[in-house]
Protein backbone atom coordinates (compact mmCIF):
# COMPACT_ATOMS: atom_id res chain seq x y z
CA UNK A 1 0.00 0.00 0.00
CA UNK A 2 1.70 3.08 1.23
CA UNK A 3 5.61 2.83 1.99
CA UNK A 4 5.62 6.26 2.43
CA UNK A 5 3.85 9.37 3.17
CA UNK A 6 4.91 13.35 2.93
CA UNK A 7 2.86 16.35 3.99
CA UNK A 8 3.67 20.54 3.39
CA UNK A 9 1.99 22.99 5.62
CA UNK A 10 -1.41 20.57 6.38
CA UNK A 11 -3.36 20.66 9.52
CA UNK A 12 -0.32 20.99 12.18
CA UNK A 13 2.35 19.81 10.48
CA UNK A 14 4.52 22.43 8.68
CA UNK A 15 6.39 19.14 7.35
CA UNK A 16 6.38 15.41 8.25
CA UNK A 17 7.89 12.44 6.34
CA UNK A 18 6.61 8.89 7.08
CA UNK A 19 8.27 5.71 6.11
CA UNK A 20 5.11 2.95 6.79
CA UNK A 21 5.76 -0.43 6.33
CA UNK A 22 3.26 -2.69 4.37
CA UNK A 23 1.39 -4.16 7.25
CA UNK A 24 0.82 -0.08 8.54
CA UNK A 25 1.05 1.78 11.55
CA UNK A 26 0.42 2.86 15.14
CA UNK A 27 -0.20 6.88 15.78
CA UNK A 28 0.13 7.20 19.25
CA UNK A 29 0.17 10.89 21.19
CA UNK A 30 -2.19 13.10 23.32
CA UNK A 31 -5.18 14.81 21.88
CA UNK A 32 -4.49 18.06 18.98
CA UNK A 33 -0.86 16.37 18.59
CA UNK A 34 -2.56 15.62 14.63
CA UNK A 35 -2.82 11.80 14.45
CA UNK A 36 -6.19 12.23 13.20
CA UNK A 37 -5.07 14.78 10.64
CA UNK A 38 -2.61 12.41 9.34
CA UNK A 39 -5.29 9.81 7.99
CA UNK A 40 -7.11 12.40 7.04
CA UNK A 41 -4.05 13.16 4.35
CA UNK A 42 -3.98 9.64 3.73
CA UNK A 43 -7.77 10.04 2.40
CA UNK A 44 -7.19 13.30 0.34
CA UNK A 45 -4.25 11.97 -1.31
CA UNK A 46 -6.13 8.68 -2.55
CA UNK A 47 -9.84 10.23 -2.58
CA UNK A 48 -9.78 13.73 -2.74
CA UNK A 49 -12.53 13.47 0.05
CA UNK A 50 -11.85 14.57 3.91
CA UNK A 51 -14.20 13.09 6.14
CA UNK A 52 -13.65 16.06 8.56
CA UNK A 53 -14.24 19.00 5.94
CA UNK A 54 -16.05 19.64 2.43
CA UNK A 55 -13.52 22.85 2.17
CA UNK A 56 -10.06 22.72 1.41
CA UNK A 57 -9.34 25.74 2.29
CA UNK A 58 -9.65 24.79 5.44
CA UNK A 59 -6.72 21.95 5.58
CA UNK A 60 -3.60 24.49 5.22
CA UNK A 61 -1.51 25.26 8.39
CA UNK A 62 -2.75 28.32 9.50
CA UNK A 63 -1.07 31.48 8.18
CA UNK A 64 -0.32 29.79 4.80
CA UNK A 65 -1.70 29.87 1.44
CA UNK A 66 -2.52 26.13 0.81
CA UNK A 67 -0.87 22.43 1.37
CA UNK A 68 1.04 19.20 -0.04
CA UNK A 69 0.45 15.93 0.46
CA UNK A 70 2.45 13.14 -1.84
CA UNK A 71 2.80 9.21 -1.14
CA UNK A 72 3.23 6.40 -3.14
CA UNK A 73 -0.36 4.28 -2.40
CA UNK A 74 -0.31 0.83 -4.31
CA UNK A 75 3.01 1.82 -6.12
CA UNK A 76 1.59 4.95 -7.82
CA UNK A 77 3.45 8.02 -6.54
CA UNK A 78 0.82 10.76 -6.48
CA UNK A 79 0.71 14.66 -5.76
CA UNK A 80 -2.05 16.66 -4.11
CA UNK A 81 -1.19 19.90 -4.15
CA UNK A 82 -3.77 23.27 -3.11
CA UNK A 83 -3.42 26.92 -3.46
CA UNK A 84 -5.48 30.13 -4.07
CA UNK A 85 -5.09 28.90 -7.89
CA UNK A 86 -7.00 25.39 -6.72
CA UNK A 87 -5.65 21.86 -7.16
CA UNK A 88 -3.24 20.65 -8.53
CA UNK A 89 -3.41 16.79 -9.02
CA UNK A 90 -0.41 14.85 -10.26
CA UNK A 91 -0.48 10.56 -10.75
CA UNK A 92 3.46 9.34 -11.80
CA UNK A 93 4.75 12.88 -12.59
CA UNK A 94 2.04 13.46 -15.29
CA UNK A 95 -0.94 16.45 -14.13
CA UNK A 96 -4.21 14.97 -14.21
CA UNK A 97 -6.88 17.43 -15.65
CA UNK A 98 -9.95 16.63 -13.48
CA UNK A 99 -10.47 15.17 -10.31
CA UNK A 100 -12.09 12.19 -12.34
CA UNK A 101 -9.19 11.59 -14.26
CA UNK A 102 -7.02 11.56 -10.96
CA UNK A 103 -9.28 9.17 -9.02
CA UNK A 104 -10.21 7.18 -12.17
CA UNK A 105 -6.70 5.03 -11.39
CA UNK A 106 -6.47 5.44 -7.39
CA UNK A 107 -7.05 3.49 -4.90
CA UNK A 108 -9.54 2.72 -2.19
CA UNK A 109 -10.08 3.54 1.15
CA UNK A 110 -12.42 2.79 4.87
CA UNK A 111 -12.63 5.37 7.31
CA UNK A 112 -13.50 4.11 10.67
CA UNK A 113 -14.26 5.87 13.77
CA UNK A 114 -16.28 6.59 16.98
CA UNK A 115 -18.75 9.03 15.01
CA UNK A 116 -19.20 5.81 13.40
CA UNK A 117 -22.42 4.99 15.14
CA UNK A 118 -24.44 7.81 14.81
CA UNK A 119 -24.50 5.48 11.02
CA UNK A 120 -26.76 3.39 13.44
CA UNK A 121 -28.55 6.34 16.03
CA UNK A 122 -27.72 9.36 13.91
CA UNK A 123 -30.37 10.96 11.15
CA UNK A 124 -30.11 9.87 7.59
CA UNK A 125 -27.82 12.30 6.08
CA UNK A 126 -24.73 9.74 7.80
CA UNK A 127 -25.75 6.65 5.95
CA UNK A 128 -26.57 8.59 3.06
CA UNK A 129 -22.99 9.62 2.78
CA UNK A 130 -21.93 5.95 3.83
CA UNK A 131 -23.66 4.82 1.04
CA UNK A 132 -22.31 7.85 -1.45
CA UNK A 133 -18.41 7.10 -0.39
CA UNK A 134 -18.44 3.69 -1.15
CA UNK A 135 -20.65 4.38 -4.85
CA UNK A 136 -18.27 7.23 -5.85
CA UNK A 137 -15.15 4.90 -4.95
CA UNK A 138 -15.95 2.28 -7.39
CA UNK A 139 -18.21 4.07 -10.02
CA UNK A 140 -17.27 7.21 -11.72
CA UNK A 141 -20.83 7.59 -13.22
CA UNK A 142 -21.90 7.80 -9.35
CA UNK A 143 -20.19 10.43 -8.30
CA UNK A 144 -20.92 12.47 -11.62
CA UNK A 145 -24.85 11.80 -11.04
CA UNK A 146 -24.33 13.07 -7.63
CA UNK A 147 -22.64 16.06 -8.17
CA UNK A 148 -25.00 17.29 -11.26
CA UNK A 149 -27.84 15.91 -8.77
CA UNK A 150 -26.57 18.21 -6.16
CA UNK A 151 -26.41 21.25 -8.19
CA UNK A 152 -29.68 20.86 -9.52
CA UNK A 153 -31.33 20.23 -6.33
CA UNK A 154 -29.10 23.67 -5.34
CA UNK A 155 -30.81 25.40 -7.97
CA UNK A 156 -34.49 24.39 -7.80
CA UNK A 157 -34.12 25.16 -4.08
CA UNK A 158 -32.89 28.82 -4.52
CA UNK A 159 -36.00 29.20 -7.44
CA UNK A 160 -38.73 27.20 -4.85
CA UNK A 161 -37.72 30.12 -2.08
CA UNK A 162 -38.44 32.93 -4.57
CA UNK A 163 -41.75 35.05 -4.04
CA UNK A 164 -43.38 34.11 -7.45
CA UNK A 165 -41.18 30.41 -8.57
CA UNK A 166 -40.49 30.32 -11.87
CA UNK A 167 -42.32 27.21 -13.10
CA UNK A 168 -40.50 26.74 -16.74
CA UNK A 169 -37.33 26.86 -14.73
CA UNK A 170 -38.25 24.63 -11.90
CA UNK A 171 -39.41 21.95 -14.33
CA UNK A 172 -36.29 22.15 -16.27
CA UNK A 173 -33.89 21.15 -13.06
CA UNK A 174 -35.85 18.34 -12.24
CA UNK A 175 -35.36 17.29 -15.60
CA UNK A 176 -31.96 17.12 -14.65
CA UNK A 177 -32.47 15.61 -10.93
CA UNK A 178 -34.96 12.92 -12.37
CA UNK A 179 -32.25 11.42 -14.41
CA UNK A 180 -29.32 11.19 -12.07
CA UNK A 181 -31.71 10.81 -9.12
CA UNK A 182 -32.64 7.66 -10.81
CA UNK A 183 -29.29 6.64 -11.41
CA UNK A 184 -28.38 7.27 -7.67
CA UNK A 185 -31.53 5.33 -6.28
CA UNK A 186 -30.66 2.00 -8.70
CA UNK A 187 -26.99 2.10 -7.57
CA UNK A 188 -28.22 2.76 -4.07
CA UNK A 189 -30.45 -0.34 -4.18
CA UNK A 190 -27.68 -2.45 -5.80
CA UNK A 191 -25.28 -1.54 -3.10
CA UNK A 192 -27.84 -2.46 -0.06
CA UNK A 193 -28.34 -5.85 -1.56
CA UNK A 194 -24.67 -6.77 -1.56
CA UNK A 195 -23.60 -4.83 1.80
CA UNK A 196 -26.61 -6.60 3.62
CA UNK A 197 -25.21 -10.09 3.48
CA UNK A 198 -21.67 -9.05 4.29
CA UNK A 199 -22.78 -6.80 7.47
CA UNK A 200 -24.83 -9.58 8.61
CA UNK A 201 -21.47 -12.33 8.56
CA UNK A 202 -19.08 -9.42 10.00
CA UNK A 203 -21.76 -8.84 13.00
CA UNK A 204 -21.78 -12.46 13.66
CA UNK A 205 -18.37 -12.33 13.51
CA UNK A 206 -17.62 -9.59 15.97
CA UNK A 207 -20.82 -9.96 18.69
CA UNK A 208 -19.50 -13.76 18.62
CA UNK A 209 -23.39 -14.49 18.49
CA UNK A 210 -26.53 -15.25 16.20
CA UNK A 211 -27.43 -11.44 15.75
CA UNK A 212 -29.24 -11.23 12.31
CA UNK A 213 -28.60 -7.71 11.16
CA UNK A 214 -30.80 -6.50 7.76
CA UNK A 215 -30.25 -3.68 6.01
CA UNK A 216 -33.04 -2.29 3.63
CA UNK A 217 -32.89 0.89 0.98
CA UNK A 218 -35.98 2.98 1.77
CA UNK A 219 -35.66 5.42 -1.61
CA UNK A 220 -37.82 8.27 -0.16
CA UNK A 221 -39.57 8.96 -3.43
CA UNK A 222 -40.68 5.48 -3.59
CA UNK A 223 -39.89 3.64 -6.57
CA UNK A 224 -40.72 6.58 -9.53
CA UNK A 225 -39.29 9.75 -8.53
CA UNK A 226 -40.67 11.61 -11.77
CA UNK A 227 -44.37 10.71 -10.51
CA UNK A 228 -43.06 11.74 -6.67
CA UNK A 229 -42.08 14.90 -7.65
CA UNK A 230 -45.21 15.60 -9.33
CA UNK A 231 -47.56 14.83 -6.78
CA UNK A 232 -45.25 16.79 -4.40
CA UNK A 233 -45.24 19.99 -5.84
CA UNK A 234 -47.80 21.61 -4.31
CA UNK A 235 -46.35 20.62 -1.02
CA UNK A 236 -42.67 21.78 -2.23
CA UNK A 237 -44.33 25.48 -3.33
CA UNK A 238 -45.83 25.33 0.16
CA UNK A 239 -42.31 24.62 2.08
CA UNK A 240 -40.05 26.29 -0.78
CA UNK A 241 -38.05 23.49 -0.76
CA UNK A 242 -37.65 19.99 -2.27
CA UNK A 243 -39.09 16.93 -0.50
CA UNK A 244 -38.58 14.06 -2.81
CA UNK A 245 -35.67 12.49 -3.73
CA UNK A 246 -32.47 10.41 -3.21
CA UNK A 247 -31.04 13.33 -1.07
CA UNK A 248 -34.08 12.42 1.72
CA UNK A 249 -33.11 8.48 1.20
CA UNK A 250 -32.83 6.04 3.72
CA UNK A 251 -30.86 2.83 5.02
CA UNK A 252 -33.60 0.91 8.00
CA UNK A 253 -30.97 -1.37 10.19
CA UNK A 254 -32.69 -3.94 11.80
CA UNK A 255 -31.18 -6.26 14.43
CA UNK A 256 -33.15 -9.51 15.90
CA UNK A 257 -36.08 -7.68 13.02
CA UNK A 258 -36.56 -5.00 15.50
CA UNK A 259 -35.05 -1.31 14.89
CA UNK A 260 -31.20 -0.47 15.21
CA UNK A 261 -31.57 2.66 17.05
CA UNK A 262 -34.02 1.87 19.07
CA UNK A 263 -34.02 -1.81 20.64
CA UNK A 264 -29.70 -2.13 20.36
CA UNK A 265 -27.82 -1.61 23.41
CA UNK A 266 -24.77 1.16 22.95
CA UNK A 267 -22.52 -2.17 22.60
CA UNK A 268 -24.86 -3.80 19.79
CA UNK A 269 -25.00 -0.12 17.97
CA UNK A 270 -20.95 0.21 18.06
CA UNK A 271 -20.58 -3.35 16.64
CA UNK A 272 -23.65 -2.62 14.12
CA UNK A 273 -21.35 0.33 12.64
CA UNK A 274 -18.02 -1.33 12.85
CA UNK A 275 -19.98 -4.53 10.79
CA UNK A 276 -21.33 -1.54 8.26
CA UNK A 277 -17.66 -0.76 7.78
CA UNK A 278 -16.08 -4.61 7.29
CA UNK A 279 -18.58 -4.77 4.58
CA UNK A 280 -18.19 -1.83 3.02
CA UNK A 281 -14.35 -2.53 2.62
CA UNK A 282 -15.36 -6.42 1.63
CA UNK A 283 -17.02 -4.84 -1.13
CA UNK A 284 -14.94 -2.19 -2.24
CA UNK A 285 -12.58 -5.28 -2.29
CA UNK A 286 -14.93 -7.55 -4.28
CA UNK A 287 -15.73 -4.30 -7.07
CA UNK A 288 -12.35 -2.85 -6.70
CA UNK A 289 -10.24 -5.62 -7.20
CA UNK A 290 -8.03 -4.53 -4.15
CA UNK A 291 -8.19 -4.85 -0.91
CA UNK A 292 -8.60 -0.88 0.83
CA UNK A 293 -6.46 1.14 2.77
CA UNK A 294 -8.00 1.02 6.63
CA UNK A 295 -7.94 4.32 8.55
CA UNK A 296 -8.90 3.72 11.98
CA UNK A 297 -9.21 6.88 14.20
CA UNK A 298 -9.15 5.91 17.76
CA UNK A 299 -11.49 2.93 17.90
CA UNK A 300 -9.80 0.53 19.73
CA UNK A 301 -9.67 1.58 23.28
CA UNK A 302 -13.51 2.05 22.81
CA UNK A 303 -13.93 -1.85 22.57
CA UNK A 304 -13.19 -4.48 24.61
CA UNK A 305 -10.24 -7.06 24.43
CA UNK A 306 -12.70 -9.46 22.56
CA UNK A 307 -14.68 -6.99 20.29
CA UNK A 308 -11.05 -5.63 19.44
CA UNK A 309 -9.58 -9.38 18.60
CA UNK A 310 -12.71 -10.26 16.61
CA UNK A 311 -12.05 -6.92 14.54
CA UNK A 312 -8.73 -7.60 13.82
CA UNK A 313 -9.50 -10.84 12.71
CA UNK A 314 -12.13 -9.90 10.11
CA UNK A 315 -10.07 -7.52 8.38
CA UNK A 316 -8.11 -8.90 5.57
CA UNK A 317 -4.33 -9.92 6.41
CA UNK A 318 -3.14 -7.71 3.44
CA UNK A 319 -4.53 -4.68 3.80
CA UNK A 320 -2.69 -1.87 5.40
CA UNK A 321 -3.99 -0.68 8.71
CA UNK A 322 -3.47 3.20 10.22
CA UNK A 323 -4.59 3.07 13.40
CA UNK A 324 -4.96 6.22 16.31
CA UNK A 325 -4.87 5.89 19.70
CA UNK A 326 -3.61 8.01 22.43
CA UNK A 327 -2.18 5.11 24.64
CA UNK A 328 -1.21 1.70 24.01
CA UNK A 329 -2.18 -0.23 27.22
CA UNK A 330 -4.41 -2.08 24.56
CA UNK A 331 -1.96 -3.27 22.26
CA UNK A 332 -0.88 -6.32 24.14
CA UNK A 333 -4.42 -7.52 24.18
CA UNK A 334 -4.73 -7.15 19.94
CA UNK A 335 -1.96 -10.12 18.76
CA UNK A 336 -3.49 -9.83 15.99
CA UNK A 337 -1.70 -6.34 14.90
CA UNK A 338 1.69 -7.81 14.46
CA UNK A 339 4.71 -6.03 13.87
CA UNK A 340 2.82 -2.95 12.73
CA UNK A 341 5.51 0.71 13.27
CA UNK A 342 4.43 2.89 15.72
CA UNK A 343 5.15 6.65 15.76
CA UNK A 344 4.83 8.84 18.71
CA UNK A 345 3.51 12.23 17.37
CA UNK A 346 4.33 15.60 19.75
CA UNK A 347 4.73 19.07 18.74
CA UNK A 348 3.87 18.82 14.88
CA UNK A 349 6.93 15.93 14.94
CA UNK A 350 6.63 11.90 15.02
CA UNK A 351 9.25 9.74 16.41
CA UNK A 352 9.58 5.75 16.00
CA UNK A 353 9.04 3.81 19.13
Not at 82 to 105: F, I, M, V
Not at 116 to 131: A, I, K, T, W
Not at 228 to 256: C, K, N, T, Y
Amino acid sequence: MFRSLRLLDFRCFESLDLEVPSAGVILTGDNAQGKTSILEAVCVLVRLHSPRTHRMTTLGRFGTKGFGIAGDPWSSERQVRYSREGLLLKADGENRSSQTSYLADGGLVVWMGNEDLELVRGPGEGRRRFLDFIGSQVDPNYRRSWSRYRRALRAKNLLLKESRPRDAEILSYEEVLVEHGTILMEARAKLINALSPLAADAQRGISGKDEPLALQYLPASGPDLRESMLQAREREIRLRQAVVGPHRDEIDLRLHGMPAADFSSEGQQRTIALSLKLAQGSLLECLGGKPPIYLMDDIFGELDPSRRNALMSQLPQDAQKWITTTHLDWLQETPALGDIARFQLRGGKSSKY
